[in-house]
C-alpha cells in the first residue's frame, strides 16, 4: 500500500513530473538542495518507486499533474 504524500512532497513530486532539475526546484519553493534530495527520496520510498520518470508517471496518473503544452518548463529546465 501506498502513503499519502505530504503537502510539500505533492508539490515536489508535480515538479518532478514537469522535469524540473533539483536546483530549479529549489528556487521554486526555498528550501536547501539537500532537503529536495530528501523529500524525493521520501517520494520514492512512499510510492515504491526508483525514478524520477516513475515519480512523474504516477503523479500524472493521481491527477496531481496533467499534461498541458503551456505548462512545460523552459529548455534550460528540462532534464534530459
Do not use: Q
Not at 40 to 55: D, P, Q, Y
Not at 56 to 77: E, I, N, Q, W
Amino acid at each position: 500500500m501506498m502513503e499519502k504524500l505530504t503537502a510539500k512532497e505533492m508539490e515536489v513530486a508535480i515538479f518532478v513530473a514537469k522535469g524540473y532539475k533539483n536546483e530549479d526546484i529549489v528556487e521554486e519553493i526555498h528550501v536547501s538542495r539537500r532537503r529536495v534530495n530528501a523529500i524525493i527520496a521520501n517520494i520514492k520510498l512512499k510510492w515504491c518507486v526508483e525514478s524520477r520518470v516513475e515519480i512523474g508517471v504516477l503523479a500524472y496518473h493521481f491527477g496531481l499533474y496533467t499534461l498541458d503544452r503551456l505548462d512545460l518548463p523552459s529548455p534550460k529546465r528540462i532534464i534530459y
